[in-house]
T-cell receptor
Framework: DTGVSQDPRHKITKRGQNVTFRCDPI?????LYWYRQTLGQGPEFLTY????????KSRLLSDRFSAERPKGSFSTLEIQRTEQGDSAMYLC???????????FGDGTRLSIL | AQSVSQHNHHVILSEAASLELGCNYS??????LFWYVQYPGQHLQLLLK??????LVKGIKGFEAEFIKSKFSFNLRKPSVQWSDTAEYFC??????????????FGKGTKLSVKP
């Protein structure tokens, strides 16, 4: 069990730029989740996949955000035209199909200048 | 709306003191309940979980939690804390209804500081 891997660990970018994050789940975990965490808050759900199908999206996921999991393995989360409010820690988690718990990665910290 | 409340933002204890962290969730039928811990500089790790059965669940490192359905609560306890328990603790709920079966709803977290 190599754990959930996220890349990069830190991303600093200027407002208006596009950014993409990658998540590699625990192998054989069918479900993959994205969360966002800001200072002083718990993680907030963004979206989740079962295999390659995106099954649920939060209202937090504006049209500037898009997530993919093309082959049912790794996933990418892209934010277009970044805004100051996008500064946060973006967490990825995975779990076996039909059961919990979710295993979390270290996260990608996004800072918008 | 689905929500999770953690009663304490920051708790400071001396080693060997007993710990109880409160967690309440909004009414919503069948739920799965979790406590996660985040040690400084590390990722979220599962402490314990409740799906069904005995409402008193035991987790790692001597932690336990009790599910009280009538109070919509899932409080975390440890009889004697250690300095190494210094961390942030998150309660999380998975509501198993309304088509929303994937995501966890987290509380805001409780920072625990244990003085040696």
């Amino acid at each position: 069990d190599t754990g959930v891997s996220q890349d990069p660990r830190h991303k600093i970018t200027k407002r208006g730029q596009n950014v993409t994050f990658r998540c590699d789940p625990i192998s054989e975990h069918n479900r993959l989740y994205w969360y966002r965490q800001t200072l002083g808050q718990g993680p907030e759900f963004l979206t989740y996949f079962q295999n390659e199908a995106q099954l649920e999206k939060s209202r937090l996921l504006s049209d500037r955000f898009s997530a993919e999991r093309p082959k049912g393995s790794f996933s990418t989360l892209e934010i277009q035209r970044t805004e100051q409010g996008d500064s946060a820690m973006y967490l990825c988690a995975s779990s076996p199909a039909g059961s919990q718990p979710q295993h979390f990665g270290d996260g990608t910290r996004l800072s918008i200048l | 709306a689905q929500s999770v409340s953690q009663h304490n933002h920051h708790v400071i204890l001396s080693e060997a003191a007993s710990l109880e962290l409160g967690c309440n969730y909004s009414y919503g039928g069948t739920v799965n309940l979790f406590w996660y811990v985040q040690y400084p500089g590390q990722h979220l790790q599962l402490l314990l979980k409740y799906f069904s059965g005995d409402p008193l669940v035991k987790g790692i490192k001597g932690f336990e939690a009790e599910f009280i359905k009538s109070k919509f609560s899932f409080n975390l306890r440890k009889p004697s804390v250690q300095w190494s328990d210094t961390a942030e603790y998150f309660c999380a709920v998975n509501y198993l209804y309304g088509g929303s079966q994937g995501n966890l709803i987290f509380g805001k977290g409780t920072k625990l500081s244990v003085k040696p």
